[in-house]
């Protein structure tokens, strides 16, 4: 019974340090406004973006 306890206390420490990994900093947190969204890099305007140059590939030697 009492390794049974040990585990689970264990295994409470263990969820909330994973939990906490994956929280935001309090940083990041106490900016973030979900209605102020700027997006960076993503809204490029599509003169902006630059033409790839691609090679032939096919085989046309029949």
Do not use: H, T, W
């Given at each position: ?8 206390v ?43 140059e691609?090679?032939?590939?096919s085989?046309?030697?029949?």
């Amino acid at each position: 019974m009492l390794k049974f306890l040990f585990f689970i206390v264990i295994f409470f420490f263990l969820v909330r340090y994973i939990n906490r990994l994956f929280l935001p900093s309090k940083k990041r947190n106490s900016q973030f406004n979900p209605f102020n969204y700027k997006p960076g890099n993503r809204g490029k305007n599509f003169d902006e973006i630059e033409e790839a140059e691609y090679e032939d590939l096919s085989n046309n030697e029949k």
